[in-house]
């Protein structure tokens, strides 16, 4: 009987076949990383030759698809085999370029589902996404510059979720897998295990910076947690008037790993896309929260005993194990399975997860690779600007030229003073009593110079001191920079039309705004924006395409200003024609409501619940018809007040009625029976025999003899 083994698929992943004589099955998974699968082939079977081919497909036990990626031959001897390497089909997103034109430079407060669609709508729908929690929002930069896979790697660092691919369906998820209770323990699954801990980046002391340097000093105390508070606290200066004073947080294990020498472990980051000191405090703190314990990693071969026990747990990439160990100081030691080698097919062969209480990251995460050069020299500047850590290399290697120099002096016959390098004579220095002057061609130009005018030079690398003004232009088209603040527009400070005091006043004939603006209130007529993210909006306008949110209120809500459109307010909802008179009327009536259909504002007909019934109403003719089916009333049925005409009921359409008449009738027929033979309609008198007879329609009733001038006596017949 055949080992049971994986499904082959051509490259439009129509199936092959069964892979009968593969071998050494190996599936290899770490979170947010590689998802691959290897195994081995005889080149002389027919798996080989007929079935496997590059960019086909192989499907596992999970019925998950795997991509041929590479074959690897080799022989020994006269053996032939080859080494088949597959990855998920998850990767195939590396082979989709992210469109030029769903690529975002900059935008704020953005849903995941937003990056999500731009990636399924760049394959054709081939990748859909699932998203599992609730993420927040995330400043966007620089999204979908390579492809659809570097996009996902951006979208993972950003939002910080974990993938679990199923086939074209990507699931996101805060955290992957699941805490069933499983453990490895000595004597029971473990078959050999490896423990090692790790203290070299170990931080119990977390500095920060943002943006060309900024920190968050300076920002109010409040935004800190009490924990976080009371750890500062007991720093002298780090908190001042409520403010912070200090770029850095503390761990609350600082105390257990302090030492006589060493009172913190200090670490450091710089992220240059965060603009807000909230923004950096949070980062910090979860910098702090990954590197505050030392890095834990356990290999474990393990016995696989769900394999001939079903009740046993399997375990799963993400899953909380406990490994027990005392011998090698795992005493009840708890982390996450972050990497997981199986062999499905093999009962021999066991699993062997790496448990960490971090997520290793290899070097090609999620991969795709870029070229470290471009991230360097991108590094360096930050929207056009120099890092302040790149300009502070760049002045220490100044320095360091300025000292190696080999510089001889010269007195030249027009006078000053010419220092002039002795390795390369262009380039030159020159003080006169006019000024300094700096040349890197033999004088022909001067690169930079100092004189009583000014200051000319190509670039100003540094930071400028105090000074009482600066003016840039002439006349009333100027800029000045003094100490009543920045004008623009004007001369007059009073009179500028853009103009900034030192209490961080604004005041400007017209604003464009592609940043955010936070915890303030803005008053304004109008504002036009891509979002908006303020406690409080005030102004007679609020011009955009979208408007998202949990809760709208307002007085009015309107879709045209005139003619045709919809409009609702605290009375209800109006429709109204391209005349502007009114057309349907939504809202309350009494304790119900109401719906009033109109001709240009004229009352046509009604429909309105309250608490005596549902009512439907109109000025002329109701008309109910149905023009594919019939018209149903359920229930009781009330004419006591209509008038009813043109009823054309059939019989057999009122349950009973045949009956009844049929008994009507019968009684009818046995009346007139009755009277048709008794009921006396002629008489005649025979004078001969003196007899009066009297007759029914059917028979003679009686007869009456008269005697002449005597009594009478009648017989009936």
């Not at 005392?326 to 080698?341: H, Q, V």
């Not at 009333?633 to 359409?653: H, I, R």
């Not at 309609?681 to 009456?704: C, E, H, I, Q």
Request: charged residues 25%.
């Amino acid at each position: 009987m055949p080992t049971p083994t994986m499904q082959v698929f051509d490259k439009n992943m129509r199936r092959v076949g069964t892979l009968v004589d593969s071998y050494d099955i190996q599936r290899r998974r770490r979170i947010n990383s590689d998802y691959e699968l290897t195994f081995m082939v005889p080149m002389t079977s027919e798996d080989y030759r007929e079935k496997i081919a590059i960019k086909g497909h192989v499907r596992d036990e999970r019925g998950q698809f795997y991509v041929i990626q590479s074959r690897s031959r080799s022989r020994e001897g006269r053996k032939l085999t080859a080494n088949i390497y597959c990855n998920h089909v998850m990767f195939k997103l590396n082979d989709y370029k992210f469109p030029y034109a769903s690529y975002i430079a900059e935008a704020y407060g953005i849903h995941i589902n937003q990056l999500t669609d731009l990636i399924t709508a760049a394959t054709g729908g081939r990748f859909k996404f699932v998203i599992h929690d609730t993420f927040d929002l995330h400043d966007v930069k620089d999204f979908g510059r390579g492809n659809c896979l570097e996009a996902l790697n951006k979208i993972i660092q950003m939002y910080e979720c974990e993938v679990e691919p199923d086939n074209f369906v990507i699931n996101l998820r805060k955290k992957i897998g699941t805490d069933s209770g499983l453990q490895y323990r000595l004597k029971k699954n473990i078959v050999s295990s490896s423990f090692k801990d790790k203290g070299e980046s170990l931080v119990t002391r977390m500095f920060a910076q943002m943006k060309d340097g900024r920190t968050f000093i300076g920002m109010d105390a409040s935004k800190l947690t009490n924990e976080e508070r009371s750890l500062l606290s007991g720093v002298p200066g780090t908190i001042v008037n409520g403010k912070l004073a200090v770029n850095y947080l503390i761990s609350p294990y600082a105390q257990y790993w302090a030492s006589d020498s060493v009172p913190f472990y200090d670490g450091e980051i710089i992220e240059q896309d965060i603009e807000e000191p909230e923004d950096l405090l949070k980062a910090t703190r979860k910098a702090l929260a990954e590197q505050e314990n030392v890095t834990l990693e356990v290999t474990v071969s393990t016995a696989d005993l769900f394999k001939i026990d079903n009740t046993e747990p399997k375990p799963a990439l993400g899953d909380n194990v406990m490994c027990i160990d005392p011998a090698m100081d795992m005493n009840k030691l708890k982390a996450r399975i972050i990497e997981l080698t199986e062999y499905p097919y093999s009962r021999d062969k066991h699993s062997e997860p790496t448990i960490s209480n971090v997520n290793l990251r290899d070097y090609a995460d999620i991969i795709s690779d870029l070229e470290r050069s471009k991230n360097i020299v991108n590094n360096s500047f930050s929207n056009g600007k120099i890092r302040t850590e790149v300009f502070e290399s760049y002045a220490k290697q100044a320095v360091i030229d300025i000292n190696n120099s080999k510089t001889e002096l010269i007195y030249p016959p027009e006078g000053g003073i010419l220092a002039q390098e002795k390795t390369n004579p262009l380039e030159q220095v020159r003080l006169t009593s006019k000024g300094i002057g700096i040349s890197t061609d033999g004088w022909k130009t001067i690169r930079a110079a100092i004189t009583a005018r000014g200051v000319l030079a190509e670039q100003i690398i540094g930071q400028l001191g105090s000074f009482v003004s600066l003016v840039i232009g002439s006349g009333n088209n100027v800029t000045k920079i003094n100490t009543n603040g920045i004008s623009a527009g004007h001369d007059d400070y009073n009179s500028a039309p853009f103009r900034v005091d030192m209490q961080g006043h604004i005041i400007a004939r017209s604003i464009e705004l592609t940043g955010k603006i936070d915890n303030s209130e803005m008053n304004a007529s109008v504002i036009r924006a891509s979002t908006v993210n303020a406690s409080t909006i005030r102004g007679s306008k609020l011009i955009g395409n979208e408007i998202e949110g949990g809760i709208i209120t307002g007085a009015l809500f309107r879709t045209a200003k005139e003619g045709r459109r919809i409009e609702i307010n605290s009375t209800g909802l109006t429709a109204y024609n391209s005349s502007g008179g009114e057309a349907i009327s939504l809202g309350q009536s009494g304790d119900g409501g109401a719906l009033l259909f109109m001709d240009n504002g004229s009352p046509r007909g009604s429909v309105y619940g309250d608490s005596e019934g549902f009512h439907l109403g109109n000025m002329a003719s109701i008309i109910i018809r149905s023009v594919d089916d019939a018209t149903y009333f359920q229930g009781e049925v009330d004419f006591n007040y209509a008038t009813v005409t043109g009823l054309d009921l059939k019989m057999q359409s009122i349950s009973g009625l045949s009956d009844k008449l049929s008994d009507i009738d019968k009684r009818i027929s046995e009346i007139y029976s009755e009277l048709f033979t008794d009921m006396i309609t002629n008489a005649s008198f025979d004078p001969s025999s003196r007899n009066l007879k009297l007759y029914s329609a059917a028979r003679t009733v009686a007869t009456v003899n008269i005697p002449a001038g005597g009594s009478s006596s009648s017989s009936s017949a």
